[in-house]
């Protein structure tokens, strides 16, 4: 089963930027779907943006022209590359291994433990 560790939080003012790191180990890596996910104080889990094993992303709108997500499988790690960060981009941003359904919608799996990412106005 795969094992999933993000890095690269941090405190940055708005309009800065970040890189998040997920992290795997295992040997499905490069089949699993990776999804980007991020939850405020409050609120719920929600998805930021997803990578089929194959390369293809899904990114929500809220977050579309400012963050993008990719990855190396000689790595075994996906990035989320995060600009133009605004103060409501702030939550703890959770890694999953899953996989996208008959519909293209993607479904989560094992989950990393979190990084927070806090944006100053």
């Known amino acids: 089963q795969v094992q999933l560790v993000e890095s690269g939080g941090g405190l940055v003012q708005a309009g800065g930027s970040l890189r998040l790191s997920c992290a795997a180990s295992?040997?499905?890596?490069?089949?699993?779907?990776i999804g980007w996910y991020r939850q405020a104080p409050g609120k719920q889990r929600e998805l930021v943006a997803a990578?089929?094993?194959?390369?293809?992303?899904n990114i929500q709108d809220f977050v579309k022209g400012r963050f993008t997500i990719s990855r190396d499988n000689a790595k075994n790690t996906v990035y989320l590359q995060m600009n133009s960060l605004k103060p409501e981009d702030t939550a703890v941003y959770y890694c999953t291994a899953g996989s996208f359904n008959w519909m293209g919608l993607f479904r989560p799996g094992t989950w990393g433990q979190g990084t927070q990412v806090t944006v100053s106005s």
């Open positions: 295992g040997s499905t890596f490069s089949r699993d779907a």
């Open positions: 990578i089929s094993s194959d390369g293809r992303t």
